[in-house]
């Protein structure tokens, strides 16, 4: 990560590459979109997949972008946005409003933690110990930390369709 001597952060670009995660706990389908800073991840935005809110992108759909918005009012949103099969760039609006506001909340912590370079394996500890309780929540934990867990050198990463 790029962090200037006085310890604050460079500026987020205005897009970051970005993959798409997707994840099962239990019956709970979810979807993970990492936005990635030097191959890294950098932030997260996730929530239930194929939710009435829109997010119901084609399983090819595995890479994007995360396109940070500013509206003419001034309101700041994150968009995602994909090149489908014929090659038109299709964008899905207000990523950053697409999913339940307590994992929108939980998300912004972890996207601070990868920020400002936690080491991702850290990040992963951090997340797996987390005990809330809300079987949700947990159920989404579990799927996140295996999300983020394939960008650790080396690690075994169970299968991330895990069935019920």
Known sequence: MEIQENNTMLKRPAELECDVVRFQVQKDKWIAFVGLRDGKPYEIFTGLADDEMGIALPKSVTKGKIIKTTDPDGQKRYDFQFTNTRGFKITVEGLSYKFDKEFWNYAKLISG?????????????????LDMDNESINNWTTGVARALKRYIPGAVIEDLEEQS
Do not use: A, C, N
């Not at 933690?113 to 110990?129: A, E, F, N, T």
């Open 113 to 129: 933690v990868l920020r400002y370079g936690m080491p991702i394996d850290q990040v992963v500890k951090m997340i797996s110990s």
